[in-house]
């Protein structure tokens, strides 16, 4: 079951000057359950799909459906509350609130979502617990190490249970230790969790542990190899 | 969850919220304190003038205060006819005025003559303070100013010739000792004042029994109209004025300077404003990113909006907190302990007829109205912060 259809979508800037193909005629479809890593060079066009694909920036041509809804058909406020209910993010540079602790922070989507307070905290207490970071839930994110906010980040994009997390350079400012762990985590939570994980990366390691690869060349894909 | 994000977010930077909240609070600390020093003085020159001339409401006969004169005086003993009974009623004082000239030796001059109770008047005009020279309580001597006590050189013990027009035209002579010097700030009265007793004065000017004005004062100045209206009831023999009727000068000159005030308080607004317009928008420019942040994940702006609303709340109810804090203590003090003013200040003040001090009001509107005034006007420079998130381009913002 597809839960992202793109169909012949462009990105175009500055279309009344001088106009930039960020992303020329892209079609792709994401199964359920996949991990799949979208790679290329800096500037092809990665961030920009992504952020098509999660509704954070409009499409100038074509269209995209997740879970067969048309994105580009949401108002402001609709698409919003779209993104809280489906998509999970994950940053490079992790982007946790500050005021708030590690759990507090998986546990935030899921308040916006007006969840039930024992649902909320037996949710955090899982996702803190596979992600080996349960003894720290009650730090905030700068007494964390950069590995640990990135596993509160990607708890926090699993913890309402969403269609599919989008991971623009998760592993970006990691160490490798930390790149192999987490890496490990979102595998074992995509076996565990049937969650759906799309990265944009030139990580290697992150290329090496995906099932698909989408790679794009100046916003167009050249190449789409499952393993 | 918007208070508990709210809260944390003021004590993220911890500098720069007390800068914020300090400069709210020195806007709320200023404009109380000048605004109590200023309502102060006005309240110190009511009660002077009000002690001293007219009362908080003067009861004349319907036509005295068009033409002062004599034949326009009432009977004492119609004061009984008069609702005094109201509760912001202190006192009254019964008074008969004229002119006069005073004589003694080859120098003559033109006096004010005033009869009064002088028990009473002590209590109401505190006139025995100004005594300076010879005795207050006298049964049939004269209170002269030290002025004119100075120009026709004549003291205590000495006699002093009246002569004027008494009540209906009558002769009105008479010759009293001069049993006290009282010394006023304002050189006409100075030079002028002689105050008889009551009994004396009426009998001077033919006038037994009659009176020209009964003052009344309160111990609530904001009763005076209540108590206007039903001081002489029905009567269209009396009138009563508000020393607010009597003294119009008085108000239009406090009226003048509260406004004069005011501009100085609304450029402290301006000053002050723009200080937490441009900690505001810091604050919204330095966290464009993060804005940006949660609206992605699904906070919904208006949500956002909500959680930086409660933030200038906080802020600015700490800043006004603040305010309030230091300035009550303050103002507290100096309307206890008025702060006395010396060299060519206090003479000025003097020269017009106050007392060189500055008094503070210990008015709770005060602190009332300066806090409220500044959070609206932090509020008000709120607006900015919620039209930039309402305004915010997600991508543009994690570009920040």
Known sequence: MSVIEAKSVSKIYNPDTIPVHAINDVSLTIEEGEFTAIVGPSGCGKTTLLNMIGGLDSVSEGHISVSGVNIADLNEAALTDFRLKNIGFVFQSYNLIPVLTAKENVEFVMLLQQSHQSAMDERADELLTKMGIKEVSQRRPAELSGGQQQRVAVARALASKPKFILADEPTANLDSHSTESLLDIMAKMNEEEKATFIFSTHDQRVIDKARRIITLEDGRIVSDEKK | ?400
């Not at chain 2, 030079?191 to 004062?217: D, K, R």
């Not at chain 2, 209206?229 to 108000?251: C, F, H, N, R």
């Open chain 2, 1 to 400: 969850m918007n208070f508990k994000l709210a809260w944390r977010n003021i004590w993220r930077n911890k500098k720069r919220t007390w800068i914020t909240a300090s400069s709210i609070g020195f806007a709320v600390f200023f404009a109380c304190v000048m605004q109590s020093m200023q309502l102060g003085s006005y309240e110190r020159m009511i009660d002077n003038s009000v002690r001293f001339l007219t009362g908080h409401l003067g009861v004349h006969q319907l036509d005295y205060w068009d033409e002062k004169i004599l034949d326009n005086s009432f009977p004492e003993e119609t004061l009984t006819e008069l609702n005094l009974g109201h509760e912001s009623i202190i006192m009254g004082v019964p008074r008969i005025t004229s002119f006069a000239l005073a004589s003694y030796g080859d120098k003559t001059k033109g006096a004010l003559i005033t009869g009064v109770d002088l028990s009473l008047e002590a209590q109401f005009s505190y006139l025995e303070n100004k005594l300076r020279e010879g005795v207050y309580h006298t049964d049939n001597g004269a209170l002269i100013g030290a002025g004119l006590s100075e120009y026709l050189k004549l003291g205590v013990g000495d006699t002093l010739v009246l002569l004027s027009q008494g009540y209906h035209g009558v002769n009105a002579v008479g010759k009293y000792p001069v049993a006290g010097v009282l010394k006023f700030p304002v050189p006409d009265l100075d030079q002028s004042a002689v105050y008889l007793p009551l009994g004396i004065a009426q009998t001077f000017f033919g006038a037994e029994g009659m009176i020209t004005s009964y003052s009344v004062l309160l111990d609530d100045p904001d009763a005076t109209e209540q108590v206007q209206s039903q001081l002489i009831g029905d009567s269209d023999v009396y009138e009563a004025m508000t020393w607010k009727e009597m003294m119009p000068d008085l108000v239009q000159g406090i009226e003048l300077d509260y406004y004069g005030g005011l501009v100085m308080v609304y450029v402290l607004y301006g000053v002050i404003g723009f200080g937490i317009f441009g900690t505001f928008l810091m604050m919204t420019k330095e966290r464009t990113y993060e804005f940006g942040i949660l609206n992605s994940i699904g906070m919904k702006k208006s949500r956002i909006q909500r959680m930086v609303a409660i933030e200038i709340l906080l802020l600015s109810f700490l800043g006004v907190a603040l305010g309030l804090i230091a300035a009550s203590p303050i103002v507290v003090y100096f309307w206890a302990n008025p702060i006395l003013l010396t060299g060519e200040t206090a003479a000025a003040m003097e020269k017009f007829g106050y007392e060189p001090i500055m008094p503070f009001a210990l008015d709770p509107q005060v602190f009332y109205d300066q806090g409220i005034s500044i959070l609206l006007i932090a509020l008000f420079l709120g607006v900015y912060p919620m039209l930039a998130i309402q305004q915010l381009k997600i991508i543009k913002a994690l570009k920040e």
